[in-house]
């Protein structure tokens, strides 16, 4: 079998003063379309900064494609798409399409310039986010949802393998929610994305995804989708702290706790 | 004013030096505008300051050094001032913000103790503070010159990383660009850029030029790319407007160029406001 395209080998991070993560071991595979639950601060946008290379666990390593992520050298395999933007700048003088051409610069190469056909690619991801007709706007004249659908397009643009989302959907409206994971359900299963996704909207997520993954410091429970129901309620509780939504399907349509 | 400029070197020195600064000082301050370190400019141009200043004392006290172009060591501390800055902002890493007034305080202490330390350099000095039309020599401007040619191929280079680190730093290191390498060679070119400017512009209104036709510029700006182009010429039309009226009226061309700059700033504001209400007025 091919090696885990993400492979985390008992990662444990600290902050200065905070234990965000506690010997996390978990394998994501070509394809799967999985879900990281957890609540507020239980190291969710943490292990996926590791993921990215962004930090380095101060115990444990990552694999990335077989090849131990400090050598990998293909970081544009992998798209990502942060939490509410902060890290941007929100009066940036630049239309849509130069921020998302950006999303090709390392794909490009140092010393290279953008391709020919940028623009043509730029159209293409905007295309998929439904935001064609935006292109020359300034980006910093959007709303919040629309920018954080531009910036999935510059995830996209790229033509990543792995697609990695910290709660892509904040300040996204209800319906435009169910179209967006529509979308993801669509990269994953015709261009065989492979995607890992922070998301707090279960209910939304459960009918799309393959894979779940509860975290809380460790990893509670990881695996399809349908084998959560056999998670106990104490492993329940000692995941989440308090009872908490079970996923749909284990009691045929929505349950609510 | 073009058969002067034909006729007397030095007025082809800073003419020709005024129209490079034009172009590099507004092109580098877009990325140090939009990087939200206009302050960082402010504080390497005082620690260019302490670089002059202490030249010029050395070229009066060691004779070995009399003719040694204060400009070397401006840019020299300039450059140092600039990792510097960079040391302390990993050091206070909350407080990144702290390393500027510390190394601006640094350079105009220095500053000071060399200026009081040497008597009678007033003249050049002045020069250096506000900028200067005759002053300015042919080894100035081939120097100059030579700070142009790092930071367009610098800029030409790297613009796509530039672009994307100045844009989402995260994102930058998150997609594997080498942002901590980019950053730093951004940080020498702006000292070397700060130092080459200091010249026409002088050291206190260097971060003038590299800001001002800036904000004019995101002002009506479409695009980045477009921001860039009028940047530059919101630059060119105020080194052009100052070195002329400086050397006609016989005034400091920092202060003409920064004033014009200004009113190049107050104009565009005005022309946005007055548009902005004719649309709403045909709006209603
Ligand atoms: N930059 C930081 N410095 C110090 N501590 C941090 C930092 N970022 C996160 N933490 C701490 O690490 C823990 C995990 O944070 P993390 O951001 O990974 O949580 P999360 O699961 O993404 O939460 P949320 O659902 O709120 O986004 C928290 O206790 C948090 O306080
Ligand atoms: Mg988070």
Redesign the pocket.
């Known amino acids: 079998m091919a090696a885990p395209l993400i492979n985390i080998k008992e990662v444990s991070y600290e902050?200065?003063?905070?234990k965000?993560l506690d010997h996390i071991s978990m394998a994501v595979e070509e394809g799967d379309f999985l879900a990281i639950l957890?609540?507020?601060?239980?190291?969710?946008?943490?292990?996926l900064k590791i993921m990215l290379g962004l930090i380095r666990p101060s115990e444990g390593s990552v694999e990335l494609f077989g090849v131990d992520s400090r050598q990998f050298k293909h970081r544009e395999w992998i798209g990502y798409v942060s939490?509410k933007s902060n890290s941007f700048n929100s009066a940036f003088p630049a239309t849509v399409q130069e921020v998302v051409a950006g999303g090709l610069a390392k794909k490009a190469g140092l010393f290279h310039k953008l391709p020919k056909n940028t623009a043509q690619q730029v159209e293409e991801a905007l295309n998929a986010v439904g935001m064609k007709s935006f292109k020359n706007r300034s980006i910093s004249e959007l709303s919040g949802g629309q920018q954080q659908r531009v910036f999935i397009a510059r995830a996209l643009v790229a033509k990543p393998k792995v697609l990695i989302l910290?709660?892509p959907t904040v300040g996204i409206d209800v319906q435009n929610v169910q179209a967006f994971y529509d979308m993801l359900a669509a990269l994953n299963r015709e261009r065989n994305i492979t995607l890992v996704l922070?998301t707090?909207d279960v209910d939304t997520v459960t009918d799309r995804i393959s894979h779940v993954a509860c975290?809380n410091q460790t990893i509670h429970f990881h695996g399809f989708k349908d084998q959560l129901h056999m998670m106990s309620d104490e492993e329940r509780e000692a995941w989440y702290g308090h009872s908490v939504r079970k996923i749909h399907h284990t009691e045929g349509s929505h349950t609510h706790a | 004013m073009l058969d002067a400029i034909l006729s007397y070197e030095f007025l082809q020195n800073a003419f020709a030096s005024g129209l490079i600064i034009g172009v590099i000082a507004p092109l580098l301050g877009v990325f140090i505008v939009v990087r939200r370190l206009s302050l960082i400019a402010d504080a390497l141009s005082h620690v260019t300051l302490a670089g002059i200043a202490g030249s010029l004392y050395l070229s009066q006290s060691v004779g070995a050094l009399a003719l040694l172009n204060p400009l070397y060591l401006g840019i020299a501390s300039s450059v140092m001032g600039s990792m510097l800055i960079e040391r302390l902002r990993s050091v206070y890493k909350h407080y990144e913000e702290l390393a500027i007034p510390i190394i601006l305080s640094a350079g105009i202490g220095f500053g000071a103790i060399f200026i009081s330390l040497a008597e009678g350099f007033s003249s050049d000095l002045f020069g250096y503070l506000f900028g200067t039309v005759s002053a300015v020599s042919r080894q100035d401007l081939f120097i100059v010159a030579g700070i142009a040619v790092i930071v367009l191929a610098f800029i030409r280079i790297f613009f796509k990383e530039l672009f994307v680190l100045s844009f989402d730093d995260e994102y930058a290191r998150a997609s594997g660009l080498p942002a901590k390498w980019i950053h730093f060679l951004f940080m020498i070119v702006t000292a070397l850029v700060i130092a080459g400017s200091m010249r026409i512009v002088g050291i206190l209104l260097v971060s003038s030029l590299m800001t001002i036709p800036v904000a004019t510029a995101m002002r009506v700006a479409k695009s980045f790319k477009q921001t860039i182009w009028l940047s530059i010429l919101f630059g060119e039309i105020s080194v052009l407007t100052g070195l002329v009226t400086a050397f006609y009226f016989d005034l400091a061309p920092g202060g003409t160029i920064v004033v014009t700059s200004i009113a190049i700033l107050l104009v565009i504001l005005a022309y946005r406001k007055i548009s902005l209400s004719k649309k709403r007025g045909a709006a209603a």
């Not at chain 1, 902050?15 to 905070?18: D, P, R």
């Not at chain 1, 957890?38 to 292990?47: D, R």
Request: net charge negative; glycine share 14%.
């Open positions: 902050y200065e003063q905070t965000a957890g609540p507020n601060g239980s190291g969710k946008s943490t292990l939490q910290d709660e922070v707090h975290l």
